[in-house]
Nanobody
Framework: QVQLVESGGGLVQPGGSLRLSCAAS????????MGWYRQAPGKQRELVAV???????NYADSVKGRCTISRDNANSTVYLQMNSLEPEDTAVYYC?????????????WGQGTQVTVSS
């Protein structure tokens, strides 16, 4: 099992910044991907950004240039630096970890942290 604990959400004005953190613990495989997804009210959960152990990243078009994902492998922690936040970024942000082994993928989710962008 894997436990994911998120922190860093909150209320921020448009144009502001936030940094989300997610610490993973438990059975973390050597090959894994960590990332962030978000879900706004009435919408489906969507990808924000993911990062591999090797540091390869993928971003949603809506956040490219405004968000940076990074990770600390030694501490099994992933970060999401969000700049130039817009009201459309308001959502619950979920940390995700995918363990990969022998062609199988095991998905784990955090409890979510609320990000509200409003003046």
């Amino acid at each position: 099992q894997v436990q994911l604990v998120e922190s860093g959400g909150g209320l921020v004005q448009p144009g502001g910044s936030l940094r989300l953190s997610c610490a993973a613990s438990g059975s973390i495989f050597t090959i894994n991907i960590m990332g962030w997804y978000r879900q706004a009210p009435g919408k489906q959960r969507e990808l924000v950004a993911v990062i591999t152990v090797d540091g390869n990243t993928n971003y949603a078009d809506s956040v490219k240039g405004r968000c940076t994902i990074s990770r600390d492998n030694a501490n099994s922690t992933v970060y999401l630096q969000m700049n130039s936040l817009e009201p459309e970024d308001t959502a619950v942000y979920y940390c995700n970890l995918v363990n990969s082994y022998a062609g199988y993928a095991y998905y784990y989710w955090g409890q979510g942290t609320q990000v509200t962008v409003s003046s």
